[in-house]
């Protein structure tokens, strides 16, 4: 079975809506620089949620660097593994979870 594609690149785009919850998953709204909508991305079913939930809760907003699949983890089906990091950090947060949903130009 193939990965999905993610289909966009998230390089120099910022976030301004970092949404946890209500089950294991985390929602992100991002935007092009000149505010355009760039994409609305939705993690489920995030089985290191406290590590992410700790992260990402104290977020407004923050300019994103990449989104991808993990270099260093391989992904599989049911068990997909993100590397997603902002401008000024100093390593990315690892996101593991068995969903995906990505849709382009979208607003909140």
Known sequence: ????????????????????????????TIWEFDGRPHSNVRFGGIHNFDEVKAVFAPLTHEILHHLRY???????????VFDIEFDRWDEPVVIR?????I??????
């Open 70 to 80: 993990s270099r260093s983890e391989p992904s599989k089906p049911d068990r997909l």
């Open 97 to 101: 979870c068995s969903k995906l949903q």
């Open 1 to 28: 079975m193939d990965l999905p594609e993610l289909g966009l690149d998230f390089g120099g785009t910022w976030c301004d809506r970092f949404q946890i919850g209500p089950r294991r998953e985390l929602k992100l």
């Open 103 to 108: 849709a382009a130009g979208t607003l909140r």
